[in-house]
């Protein structure tokens, strides 16, 4: 087993708070290992509203966390300007938030929290809201508008990769971390498996950080260390266009599909709330009732959802530290859990980085390097918050893609809009190059390319995460051979190209199924008899 | 657990089998065209995200709507290239593109002076000029201007015999019929006075606004439309039913002026027909009787335009032709002849619009007719010149086959 001993610190977890965790401790000049069992923004990172909180949510209950996140939102807005579309946010007050104590009066309170936590926000008239989002419950009473926008958290955290690997970190995705190397009372290392290959290796550094979100209550107890986790599991669905060009909220106390997102193509409604017992969470489903539930409270912000057609479903784990005063989880502050395992525990060279929400990932990750450069001894002060990430120096698309010469293609377009200023890299050499492997969602062959070569791409998943590639209507029906062949011969490896293509349309295939009625059912039906599945697939027909 | 889950953003039903590629006459010729589903619903998901996905190549759709009739799924595809070019396009209409789709306007100055403009315009100089100055391919043959127009003939010589008929129709007879062949108008209104129906004109009476969407100019077909929409229900209100003879002037009425324009034709839609339609209904059902002409043969083919195929009606008409006894009918696979209105004048199209009849073309040579049927004039150009067939409406063949005295003695009664 070759044991490697060059790290100043191990990070555990390739979600946004290790990807961030990993760019910090980079920047201040360590050298940085972070290991992810799959690939980047496969837990909770992946799987949210990709909301960028203006903080309004949390005003008038947890102020502390309304700062925090309008602190972040402003600087995301200047170092990641191309994973954030600036939509603007709308609350709004329908005629029934009256009856159950959240009518007019709530929102003046609300408006009177978000302006002391400094979220900038002001009240505006039911047909200014109406005209400013044409999609919105034209019955509103009143709204809100503040700074909230989209963020598009698969990008956010390949950027924070990116950039730690830039500053030289180490990255090691496919690679399960196993247990401790422990001596006494102190942590030394990492066991760890290579999940391709089933090889086992050790790293060692002064310093570990557990940043695997819930997954981390697993990797606390093996360093013998209890944190009192439990899994939130929230689900949402993922709408076929994008119904609203505003983020709408619900101006009352936060509950069940009270916010509706746009983002990219398409328009995302979330979220639930309910406990689950840890052994879910590799396994998430989408329950029928929590489908009916998200629509029913979908079409109360925008009634043009009961008729919109539904991709797919799908479901994250919140890692929130328990309270077990209250079952359902709401009243638990997202307050950020920065965990120095020596002072508490006893147990040294440990952290733990949890609690939180992706908007304060940043500040997670300051905080959790903060905490290691104590133990370290090491004095460099936090830059994360000034320096842009990869691809964000510009964010705009129309001037990103004047980066391409002569005429810009839709392909190309799509491209910069999703890589940023880093879509010089990607290379139009022949025609071929051009043509568009997927349709939907214009991915050009010279990006998959790209994403092969550069953004660490092993499967057609990892794929989707860094280009969108099968995410449109048809859900890959349609690009994926194309897609699986291009990626099988970069890889080395045409053969691969079916297995590729089969573990890809069997994880869209569990999305849809939740859904599968109307138009989406017809869809499973055309990608069923393309592929010619064996699965007998089920719907609901409630 | 949705219960209405058809999408009002029709778009949405599209499943990307890409049926439409295969029957779109442009993406076959024109590599730059990304074609029916990339620029209708694809396009339209990103175009909601950000006016920055609009592609210039939308303009190459001819809107011949043969999309839309292959679609499984019922996705109004040209309705969405159309509805994007009206939101997302805003250059101004070059002159060409205005002269080429003001027909109402240039129709009454051309025909005052019509041989001198027929004369002109048919001489290479000036055709080389037209090309060069304003972008009108030098090698099409240009339609040509009648110096009386339709309805100062009808006012003069058949207005104030239509009072006698028992049964009354509005006729709307288009641009076409009263600009450049005003014999079509005349051959209409002999052939529904035989069986039985006086014509009324309808009051003020606007172009149907057919070629200014499609160069753009939504505000002034929005006024056509609002002008004839108000023609229409004064005609209703009389109990006077509307019967046109062009497809394309019927599509737009029917179905371009509530999806395109938003201009609500629900109240007045059920009452206009097709004339093909009209007379073969009529027919059928027994309601009219013809008389045809004893001897009267003639060997034709059929070609569907593409609008009249989006209408469903093509039937009609070449049931209706069947009727006659003397007709020897070949129906043409269904081709887009490549004109599309103005499209085929634009010196930029010329050559794909070539390149898309070809097809028909070829068809018609082989079946060696004596003539063309077809309800649409931009076909009847676009085919004569390029076939040296000549082609006839089918209300003109139906002027020719009956013995309109008899048939009119027949349903005098």
Known sequence: MPITNDFDVIIIGGGITGAGTARDCAMRGLKVLLIERHDIATGATGRNHGLLHSGARYAVKDSESAEECIRENKILRSIASNCIEDTGGLFITLPEDEESGYGLDYQKKFLEACNKAGIESRAISPSEARQMEPSVNPSLIGAVVVPDGSVDPFRLCAANVTDAALHGAKILVYTEFLDFIRQNDTILGVKVLDTRTGQTAEYRAPVTVNAAGIWGHGVAEKAGVHIGMYPAKGALLVFGHRVNNVVINRCRKSADGDILVPGDSVTVIGTTSTKVPFEECDHMEVTPDEVRLLLREGCALCPALASTRILRAYAGVRPLVADDSDPTGRSISRGIVCLDHETRDGVKGFVSITGGKLMTYRLMAELATDAVCRKLGVKQACTTADTPLPGSLDGRIETVSKRFEGKVSLGQKSAAGRQGDLVGKILFETEADKQLVCECENVTLAEIKYAVRELGVRNLQDLRRRTRVGMGTCQGTLCIRKAAKALAEALGDPSAADKLAADYLDERWKGMRAVGWGDTLREMEFMQRVYKFEKPYSYDEV | ?413
């Not at chain 2, 009476?205 to 929005?222: L, S």
Request: net charge neutral.
């Open chain 2, 1 to 413: 657990m949705q219960e209405r889950n058809i999408s009002s953003n029709n778009f949405e039903q599209c499943q990307k089998c890409s049926l439409c590629e295969t029957v779109c006459p442009v993406m076959k010729n024109n590599p730059d065209y990304a074609g029916p589903k990339r620029s209708g619903p694809d396009g339209e998901r990103y175009r909601l995200k950000n006016g920055i996905f609009f592609d210039d190549s939308l303009k190459y759709c001819l809107n011949c709507k043969r999309c839309e009739v292959a679609c499984p799924s019922g996705v109004r595809i040209a309705d969405l290239i159309q509805q994007a070019r009206i939101d997302f396009s805003h250059k101004a209409p070059k002159l060409r593109d205005i002269m080429l789709a003001s027909t109402d306007q240039m129709g009454p100055v051309a025909g005052a002076f019509a041989p001198i403009v027929n004369f002109t315009l048919g001489l290479s100089p000036v055709k080389g000029v037209l090309d060069f100055a304003l972008g009108i391919d030098h090698r099409r043959t240009l339609p040509k201007y009648s110096s009386e127009t339709f309805v100062h003939w009808f006012k003069k010589n058949a207005a104030s015999k239509q009072a006698s008929f028992r049964k009354q129709v509005s006729y709307f007879h288009g641009c076409y019929a009263n600009y450049n062949y005003p014999q079509l108008g005349k051959d209409f209104v002999a052939v529904m006075n035989a069986f039985g129906f006086g014509v009324q004109l309808l009051e003020n009476e606007r172009c149907c606004g057919v070629a200014k969407i499609a160069n753009g100019m939504i505000p002034a077909a929005t006024r056509d439309a609002h002008a004839n929409m108000e023609a229409f229900r004064k005609s209703v209100a009389q109990g006077l039913d509307i019967v046109t003879v062009s497809t394309t002037c019927t599509m737009t009425l029917m179905e371009e002026y509530p999806e395109l324009l938003k201009v609500d034709n629900s109240d007045v839609k059920d009452h206009i027909s097709l004339v093909e339609q009209f007379l073969y209904k009529a027919i059928a059902s027994g309601a009219v009787k013809p008389v045809w002409k004893e001897g009267w043969k003639a060997r034709a083919a059929y070609h569907c335009p593409c609008h009249q195929e989006r209408l469903g009606l093509g039937i009609f008409t070449v049931e209706l032709l069947k009727m006659i006894p003397g007709m020897q009918l070949t129906e043409l696979d269904s081709n887009c002849c490549g004109i599309a209105g103005t499209y085929g004048f634009k010196k930029e199209n010329f050559k794909v619009s070539q390149m898309i009849g070809k097809a028909l073309f070829d068809d018609i040579a082989a079946a060696a007719p004596e003539f063309v049927a077809c309800e649409c004039e931009t076909c009847k150009w676009q085919i004569e010149m390029s076939t040296g067939v000549p082609v006839k409406n089918p209300v003109s063949i139906l002027a020719e086959a009956l013995d309109l005295e008899k048939t009119s003695e027949l349903n005098r009664a």
